[in-house]
């Protein structure tokens, strides 16, 4: 049996060789994501993540870590795989992006990343991306985004509550933007209208893929 960070090497060899290959490329791994955009003193700060692997990667993954028998994974037995699964995201920056427009924002190093493994038997991530320059939360055509662009990672919202906004002032709103739906809500559809037209296409550009955009009222 290969070690889980063996495997979570080779997953990233392989990703980064799907990387250059078309769209028709298919997913070899699938994640469920939430996130929740941070604001404070009216300003946007960062993101949020909590990333929900598939069962057949987090079977591989735990492989050998439950040490002391028990069934169960603390963070301490979790300790080798987060560091893989974090060295690993460097590479790819954290298969998330940020934009204002049509320009795209930097993020800082990772913080309070975590694994954790609940009793529905799911395996997730958790981590805090900062902006490395905070936005005015009514800043106009700000986007997230969490895609692999080589589809080797299929990363698909949670379908209740996927986007969440903390300590937003009031007028503040998401909306998850889906160009591949084939009925957008009419509210959802405006706003992605208003913003493709006063930025471009570029401000709500990331391809077929899934697209948060936030909006605040003018203050």
Not at 62 to 83: C, R
Not at 163 to 188: H, M, W, Y
Not at 205 to 213: D, I, L, P, R
Request: include cysteine; hydrophobic fraction near 45%; charge should be negative.
């Amino acid at each position: 049996m290969i070690s889980n960070a063996t495997f979570f090497s080779t997953l990233l060899a392989l990703l980064m060789v799907w990387m250059p290959m078309t769209a028709s490329a298919h997913p070899h791994m699938w994640i469920t994501y939430e996130l929740t955009v941070d604001y404070d003193k009216g300003m946007v700060t960062g993101v949020d993540h909590v990333w929900s692997f598939d069962d057949a990667y987090a079977g591989m993954a735990l492989e050998g870590l439950d040490t002391n028998n028990d069934g169960k994974y603390d963070q301490k037995e979790l300790a080798p795989l987060l560091k893989v699964n974090m060295d690993g995201l460097k590479e790819f920056n954290y298969f998330t992006v940020a934009k204002l427009g049509d320009e795209e924002l930097a993020f800082s190093p990772p913080t309070n990343a975590r694994l954790e493994y609940n009793s529905k038997k799911v395996l997730s991530l958790h981590f805090h991306l900062s902006l490395v320059k905070p936005v005015f939360a009514d800043a106009q055509g700000l986007t997230f985004a969490v895609f692999d662009p080589s589809y080797f990672i299929d990363f698909e919202p949670e379908k209740t509550n996927a986007v969440k906004l903390a300590a937003a002032p009031p007028g503040c709103r998401a909306s998850l933007i889906d160009p591949d739906a084939q009925k957008i809500d009419a509210q959802s559809k405006k706003l992605g209208d208003a913003i493709a037209q006063q930025f471009g296409g570029a401000a709500i550009g990331f391809g077929s893929y899934k697209t948060v955009a936030i909006t605040c009222k003018k203050s």
